[in-house]
C-alpha cells in the first residue's frame, strides 16, 4: 500500500508563513496528480490547491496569490507554500495522491491524515 504523511502544520499569527509537506512511501508504485485540501469545522472539504506530474497547477480562489503548490516527483512529495495567512484559513489540511500500484495494476487516490493550521487573528 501506499500512505501520505503530512507535516508542517502548526499555529500561526495573521499574515504569517507556512509550508506544509506531504511525502508518499510504499513500495511499486507511481503518483500522477497531486493536491491539497482543507477542511474547517462545520464546513465540507474543499480544494485549495492541485498539481499534475508535469507540474501544471490549479488554485482556489480563495488562495490564489498567497499559496504556491509545487512537488518533487524523485521524492514523491508535494508542498503546499502560504502567504500571507488569514484566521479563515484555520483548517485540518489534508494531502491527496492519485497512485498507481505496479503490483496490482490499480489507481486509486490516496488521503494524507491531515495536519491542523490555525492562524489567529
Known amino acids: 500500500q501506499v500512505q501520505l504523511v503530512e507535516s508542517g502544520g502548526g499555529l500561526v499569527q495573521a499574515g504569517g508563513s507556512l509550508r506544509l509537506t506531504c511525502a508518499a512511501s510504499?513500495?511499486?508504485?507511481?503518483?500522477?496528480?497531486m493536491g491539497w485540501y482543507r477542511q474547517a469545522p462545520g464546513n465540507q472539504r474543499e480544494l485549495v490547491a492541485a498539481?499534475?506530474?508535469?507540474?501544471?497547477?490549479n488554485y482556489a480562489e480563495s488562495v490564489k496569490g498567497r499559496v504556491t503548490i509545487s512537488r518533487d516527483n524523485a521524492k514523491n512529495t508535494v508542498y503546499l507554500q502560504m502567504y500571507g495567512l488569514k484566521p479563515e484559513d484555520t483548517a485540518v489540511y489534508y494531502c491527496?495522491?492519485?497512485?498507481?500500484?505496479?503490483?496490482?495494476?490499480?489507481?486509486?487516490?490516496?488521503w494524507g491524515q491531515g495536519t491542523q493550521v490555525t492562524v489567529s487573528s
Open positions: 510504499g513500495s511499486r508504485f507511481s503518483i500522477d496528480d
Open positions: 498539481i499534475t506530474r508535469g507540474g501544471t497547477t
Open positions: 491527496n495522491a492519485d497512485v498507481f500500484l505496479r503490483s496490482t495494476l490499480t489507481r486509486f487516490r490516496a
